[in-house]
């Protein structure tokens, strides 16, 4: 093991409002401490940091403790990994601390640190922390990639020494040193499931938006997920390991897709029935960024000159336009709710009919067409300082406007409220027009998730 270098390298958090759920792998549970936990511990510190540690001394005796604040993930009941959702005073009441963050390397490679630290991060939401902090080593790099993934960034307090460190560990990460990275999805209806998700793989340098299409055909498995969410989930899955190629990847998922739905005895024969996802997906490289991106997901691109450029085209917009048009002809006749969604059936499913057809649109749903269908590409990074990713749900109110600056203003707003700040304006905007009068759209309000990339100002090729 590498010797220590002191002062510690320090990560921040700056809020702990955007954290998402966790999501453990199957056969693992979630649980605080209960008596008797204190030998467990103690094993889990050993064998990950060859620490011997007596739990009583470092953590029962501390201020802040309590059974809640120290979290196991368990398989079979026995733990395995841990993490302390704490408080030291330097860094101030309001903020979190991240602290002895270990797991069994018999259950490495599943990945539990992210997971068990983001449950501490979460606990430390619930007990009014507003901000985190952690401290690691220079060494310890696959500690560090989890906590990238978990939207921790170097704090080198202007100090040369320190972030020169930090350079460092990025070179031995192969990730640009100064990429921040800003994401966040939440549901359009907080009853129901959230089928959007959102890609941070700082391994892989892969980052993105997907949206869950659910089938016409009614699904859900045994956990409740739908069909749109299992397709998100599953291409969210493929991009978010060890990642060689872009276009082939999101093919391997769509391959996957299609066994999924065979598995489930769903007719793929019409595509209405058909579950499927669509994306937009970027992956920094050393001399340029590539992209991949289907259905009516969007990529765009403001440059350090403030000019912003729409990369990828909405492919959905003119069938939707299309189909809200015959809504509106159909309200206006007189006619009820179910005469209307009974006449509409129809144009849905020539809609979804066209979905990776020549004269249609691209979307991940099993087809091998997806192969032509899907737009990718790539990006000089000449000049280029941030990246956007959106799904439909961020700018429905948008989609058919006419407006030739409709982008720039959304991006504008992003800029100035943040993508939560964003959201929470978007929202009351659709409760002050739950029916679509003002901004037609199918829904009062959908998935929504944004990513924003903002890159470094000088970077060198190594």
Known sequence: MEERQLPQLVMRRPKLTDLPEVELPEGYELRSFREGDDASWEAIVERSFGWLRSFREKIRSHFYYRPERVLFISKDDVPVATACAWQEPEWGEECGYLHMVGVD????????????????????????????VLETDDFRLAAIKTYLKLGFSPDDSGEARLRQRWREAYRRLNV???LTVRAFTRPGNPSRLNED????????????????????????DE???????????????????????????????????????????????????????????VRWR??????????????????KDGSVRVVTRNQVAGFDLRALNAKKQLQESGLTNEEIASRLKPIFKCNRDKANAPDGYSV????????????????????????YALTDGMFHFIENDEDPNKWEKLLDDLDRLGIEGYMEELIRQEERDPHGSRYPRHKK??????????????YTVL
Request: proline share 3%; charged share 25%; net charge negative.
């Open 364 to 387: 991940m749903n099993g087809d091998p067409a997806l192969e032509y269908m899907m737009e990718s590409g790539r990006l000089s990074r000449a000049g280029l300082a941030k990246l």
């Open 286 to 303: 050393e001399t340029h960024v590539e992209y991949a991106q289907s259905g009516d997901c969007m990529l765009l691109a403001r440059y």
């Open 445 to 458: 309000s959908d998935d929504k998730s944004a990513l924003i990339l903002e890159f470094p100002e000088t």
């Open 105 to 132: 390397p018999g259950h490495a490679g599943r990945g539990l640190g992210y997971w068990i630290s983001l449950a501490a991060l979460r606990r430390m939401a619930e007990d009014g922390k507003r901000s985190a």
């Open 197 to 220: 998700a959102v890609v941070v793989n700082a391994r892989s340098q892969i980052y993105g938006v997907i949206d869950g299409v659910s089938a016409m055909a009614p699904y859900q």
């Open 176 to 178: 640009p040193f100064g």
């Open 223 to 281: 956990t409740g997920r739908t069909g749109g969410a299992i397709a998100a989930q599953m291409l969210s899955e493929e991009l978010s390991g060890e990642v060689n190629d872009l276009r082939e990847a999101v093919l391997q998922a769509n391959a996957r897709l299609l066994r999924k739905m065979e598995e489930a005895n769903v007719d793929t024969a019409g595509k209405w029935r058909r579950w499927g996802a669509v994306f937009a997906i």
